[in-house]
């Protein structure tokens, strides 16, 4: 078999981490099967460099925070890279460009647009051992770009699609994909399976053990994505087609997002297309808008409130003050401290009650509900942040997620 292995931050913590990850890549190639690896930077190593640009500039130029930020993730390629060589296994590091990755341009959240595989291939063909650098590609300028927080998932799995690999594994400090994140409810259980779509909804909805675009691309390429601890020999999570799971439950699993903002407009004109304006702006600096709530027109305006990524909230406030400028909306509001819990199970589609469930738990805990989005497989709910474990633990043992 083809696989491609990435370990995640914490797995190449440090260099007796390293080695740890070197000696489980022999191990898979001793049992025969040809292996690509895609690391991450060593955990913590982002978010240093990015203090570091910040040092100097409070808006760092996007171009030079990639060129910084790519060059953690080549350290770990390079030294896991030597370690092999030195376990005597033939391998080579490469960089996203030396992978083929062809990206946007839109720098610090570029999207890959092109693979070519034939380095990686030809590296393969020669017996070694392939080590790539996640998170990172290049531009058709061949100026370097990175994809996102957590993109390392996505250059895992983009370039096993592009190998046509027979599988991807995600190694990461979590045995698999649990019914919530396993810090804040420690009785969450490990699921054997989740489907393409579920994990897409929990991973766009807080879930942050594996980044959402890379589960869209799994779902479009059709790569078989597991989920496991590079730290023991458990199982692990397989992500998989809907029909290949023979149990659905209700709901599948309950998803924290505490990077939210709510952005409250208020005094908007009412008239055709202004909503069409606003949220078009945003779209063109690829700020997610979540949650929309529109209220009812009095006096030829309206409020439109909806939540954004906290990290966004800046570039968000300059648009709206382009729109206040204009008279179109009479003032603004923001607040920070807000979060999103979610529920997501495909099972939903055939269940009536799940929104009043989630309600009632909300309730039960006299944890105020500010907004509510609700689709096929989800309901989402906006709360203060300061309830944020509580309603997890919550919306688990409502819908006996630990059972
Ligand atoms: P890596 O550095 O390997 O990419 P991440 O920190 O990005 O790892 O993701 C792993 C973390 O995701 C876990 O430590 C866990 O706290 C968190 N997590 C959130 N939701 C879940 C979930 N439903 N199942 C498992 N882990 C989750
Ligand atoms: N190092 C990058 C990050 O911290 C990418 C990754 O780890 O997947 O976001
Ligand atoms: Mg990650």
Redesign the pocket.
Same mark, same amino acid.
């Given at each position: 078999m083809l696989i491609v292995q990435k370990f /995640? /931050? @914490?797995?190449v913590g440090d260099l007796e981490r390293i080695q740890n990850v070197a000696n489980r890549v022999q191990k898979t190639v001793n049992e025969g099967h040809q292996v690509v690896v895609v690391v991450?930077a060593m955990?913590g190593e982002t978010n240093k460099l990015i203090s570091y640009a910040e040092h100097f500039s409070a808006t760092p130029s996007s171009a030079e925070v990639d060129m910084l930020l790519s060059s953690g993730e080549r350290v770990t390629a390079a030294l896991l890279s030597i370690a092999l060589n030195e376990m005597g296994h033939p391998s080579v590091a490469m960089t996203g460009r030396q992978a083929g990755i062809v990206t946007t341009s839109r720098h610090t959240k570029a999207r890959i647009e092109n693979i070519d595989p034939s380095s990686m291939q030809k590296g393969i063909d020669a017996g070694k051992i392939v080590v790539v650098a996640g998170f990172q590609g290049v531009n058709e300028e061949g100026i370097v770009t990175t994809l996102g927080r /957590?993109g390392? &998932?996505l250059s895992a799995v983009a370039i096993a699609g592009a190998l046509k690999a027979d599988l991807c594994e995600i190694y @990461? &400090?979590?045995d698999g994909?649990?019914t @919530? &994140?396993?810090?804040i409810e420690p009785k969450a259980k490990k699921l054997e399976r989740i489907s393409y779509e579920e994990m897409l909804e929990?991973a766009s909805l807080g879930?942050?053990?594996l980044q959402n675009r890379s589960v869209e691309m799994a779902k479009k390429l059709n790569v078989n994505l597991v989920t496991r601890s590079s730290f023991s020999e458990a199982e692990g999570t397989l992500i998989t087609k809907e029909e290949n799971i023979m149990e659905q439950p209700v709901v599948s /699993?309950v998803a924290l997002d505490r990077n939210q903002a709510r952005v409250s407009l208020v005094g908007v004109t009412d008239r055709p297309g202004i909503a069409a304006e606003i949220f078009n702006a945003l779209a063109a600096e690829e700020i997610n808008v979540d949650v929309i709530l529109q209220t009812v027109a009095h006096d030829a305006t309206t409020n439109i409130d909806f939540t954004i990524p906290t990290n966004e909230l800046e570039s968000a406030k300059s648009i709206v003050k382009g729109f206040v400028q204009k008279g179109e909306i009479k003032s603004s509001d923001y607040n920070e401290s807000i979060a999103k819990v979610s529920i997501v199970g495909v099972g939903m589609k055939s269940h009536a009650g799940v929104a009043a469930k989630a309600f009632s738990a909300m309730a039960t805990e006299n944890i105020n509900i500010r907004m509510i989005s609700t689709s096929e497989i989800k309901v989402s709910m906006v709360i203060e942040d300061k309830y944020s474990e509580l309603a997890v633990r919550a919306l688990h043992s409502a819908f006996e997620l630990d059972k």
């Open positions: /995640g /931050g @914490t797995s991450s955990s /957590g390392s &998932d @990461t &400090d979590v994909i649990y @919530t &994140d396993p810090r929990l879930a942050k053990v /699993g």
